[in-house]
């Protein structure tokens, strides 16, 4: 038994790995690295986010976040203005150019699910999505008591 587990952990591994190079594989032409991507989406649905929620939501530091909007706003995906109310802020604005990367990447993201999860009835969605919300919590439940334990 502890072979298996150890074989589907594994499993688990290689299919974060498989993702990743499918969708690596699939914006290369964009000039845009997947986790950029991944920024311009997320600034896409919640325009008004601030560095520390990108920063939370990409399980990044904040110096990070910094470091790839820069590189984002020299290419033209987004443009920083500043706050009115306060011109020690910025606002991050997804350019026409982001807002186009953000529909192209959309695309792409879809060409890949479906090709990884191409031949499942609706049945094994439903059963796949069952187990991997059980992992996931699992997960969650061993390593957020050592995190807590950690923080103090």
């Known amino acids: ?10 499993l688990f591994r290689r299919s974060d790995q498989v993702i990743r190079s499918s969708v690596e594989y ?7 690295h997947r ?7 997320i600034l896409g649905k919640h325009p008004d986010c601030s560095q520390t929620m ?3 939501e990409l399980e990044v530091s904040p110096a990070a976040v910094a470091v790839a909007l820069k590189k984002l706003e020299k290419s033209g995906y987004i443009e920083r203005q500043s706050v009115e109310s306060d011109n020690r802020m910025n606002h991050v ?60």
């Not at 699939?26 to 845009?32: I, N, P």
């Not at 986790?35 to 989406?41: G, N």
């Not at 059963?127 to 919590?137: P, Y």
């Open 54 to 56: 990108l920063a939370r």
């Open 1 to 10: 038994m502890e072979n298996k587990r150890h074989q589907i952990v594994n």
């Open 93 to 152: 604005v997804v350019t026409q150019k982001g807002m186009e990367a953000i529909r192209l990447s959309c695309v792409y993201f879809q060409e890949v699910e479906n090709a990884l999860l191409d031949g499942f009835s609706k049945e094994d969605l439903e059963v796949l999505e069952g187990f991997l919300k059980r992992f996931i919590q699992n997960g969650e439940d061993f390593y957020r008591p050592i995190t807590e334990k950690n923080s103090k």
């Open 26 to 32: 699939r914006v290369k032409d964009t000039g845009l």
């Open 35 to 41: 986790s950029q991507h991944r920024l311009l989406m």
